[in-house]
DNA sequence: AAAAACTTCGAATGAACCGGTCGATAATTC
DNA sequence: GAATTATCGACCGGTTCATTCGAAGTTTTT
């Protein structure tokens, strides 16, 4: 029992990346096996089943752009470019974790009520780091804010409203300009004149 | 019998972008049909079976490819740049193709030699392709070449070895840079001193 | 306007596939 | 050398999938 998490962490990594490929349906447990060079059976001694690694691959996956976002807002001052970062590293690795959403809503999402959990806890906790930097704009005297509780919803709306095209259509193109002209609208609204 | 060739092409279109992102084994009859919003059955009104589908598609990028190559090399004068261009939008074009190579050595590629036939075909025209190319520097005084067609052979070959980690190791990067190397190579010991 | 030909599709089918199990067997630890 | 930890091949039963078929709808021909 000496490796048990570095091996757990190994088909967390291998399978990630053909989930992130081919979405949970069409990816097998044959395929996992096969990359990770291990016999199927085995994999079946680490985890309970496909939905178990599938659960860690999107916890695992949640955690990494938990972190890809807190070193974004803190790798620049502006309150502005703080948020401008937030919104695109957040986009883009949406794009990225859109297979997994897609994979999902095939069928039998029934299962997979774990995610919703996930999704509330993120949602509360981007909601902080949306006030966090409204509130840090409104102190250095960049945004002016009546409520900035209100004001991270109606961020947070919008970028959800964002997600659907992601996920629906495959190829909708030029999210980036889209979320240019989004910040451009919000800056302009939120800026002091 | 008024449009037949229509649908056909309409099918092969939309097959052909499955295809090309879950490979031919990944995709399924109702995604093609549910994607062209038929009924599966019609499918095989126009078509044989999936693998002719695939067979068509597979003629078809081809095609694409082949013009892009010819307008590819017409688009610039200098024969440097030709080569330049041919080469690059070869290997972009390939990379797109390798998830169709990599859905056939799935399995049984028994089935399908008609992957050798075309494959020869156009490693043919290429080879006609970079000898022309060859031929009008030369001609231009801008290579100094002995045998064009051993010339053309030898570079045919280099493309080909750098088509091989492309569907083998999927995201084995900077392919870029490995091609300006080569073309580097290549032409310091192809331009007049 | 009936017959013939063309087109679509739901339902059925049989074969392949796939997640998961089980027991045998290494490999390692005690 | 027994106990445990770890690997795996072979198998199972349910599901999926490509393909078929016939019936029904539509258009064209006579």
Same mark, same amino acid.
């Given at each position: 029992?000496?490796?048990?998490?570095?091996?757990?962490?190994?088909?967390?990594?291998?399978?990630?990346?053909?989930?992130?490929?081919?979405?949970?349906?069409?990816?097998?447990?044959?395929?996992?096996?096969?990359?990770?060079?291990?016999?199927?059976?085995?994999?079946?001694?680490? !985890?309970?089943?496909? %939905?178990? #690694?599938? =659960?860690?691959?999107?916890?695992? /996956?949640?955690? +990494? &752009? @938990?972190?890809? $976002?807190?070193?974004?807002?803190?790798?620049?001052?502006?309150?502005?470019?703080?948020?401008?970062?937030?919104?695109?590293?957040?986009?883009?690795?949406?794009?990225?974790?859109?297979?997994?959403?897609?994979?999902?809503?095939?069928?039998?999402?029934?299962? !997979?009520?774990?995610? %919703?959990? #996930?999704? =509330?806890?993120?949602?509360?906790? /981007?909601?902080? +780091? &949306? @006030?966090?930097? $409204?509130?840090?704009?409104?102190?250095?005297?960049?945004?002016?804010?009546?409520?900035?509780?209100?004001?991270?919803?109606?961020?947070?709306?919008?970028?959800?409203?964002?997600?659907?095209?992601?996920?629906?259509?495959?190829?909708?193109?030029?999210?980036?300009?889209?979320?240019?002209?989004?910040?451009?609208?919000?800056?302009?609204?939120?800026?002091?004149?």
């Amino acid at each position: 029992m000496i490796n048990r998490e570095e091996y757990r962490r190994r088909v967390i990594l291998t399978a990630g990346q053909i989930f992130s490929r081919y979405g949970f349906r069409k990816t097998t447990m044959d395929e996992i096996a096969k990359a990770l060079k291990m016999g199927k059976s085995s994999i079946y001694y680490y !985890f309970e089943s496909k %939905e178990e #690694i599938f =659960e860690a691959v999107v916890l695992y /996956e949640a955690n +990494i &752009l @938990r972190n890809e $976002l807190t070193t974004a807002i803190k790798s620049v001052e502006s309150p502005i470019e703080k948020m401008r970062k937030y919104v695109f590293v957040r986009m883009r690795s949406f794009e990225k974790l859109s297979n997994y959403y897609n994979a999902i809503f095939d069928k039998n999402l029934d299962h !997979f009520d774990f995610i %919703e959990t #996930i999704r =509330e806890k993120y949602d509360r906790e /981007e909601l902080a +780091i &949306l @006030r966090l930097i $409204l509130y840090h704009g409104s102190r250095m005297n960049v945004f002016s804010i009546d409520n900035s509780e209100y004001t991270a919803l109606a961020i947070q709306t919008t970028l959800k409203g964002l997600e659907v095209p992601l996920f629906w259509k495959k190829r909708e193109l030029n999210i980036d300009k889209r979320l240019n002209a989004i910040l451009d609208v919000l800056f302009k609204g939120i800026l002091k004149k």
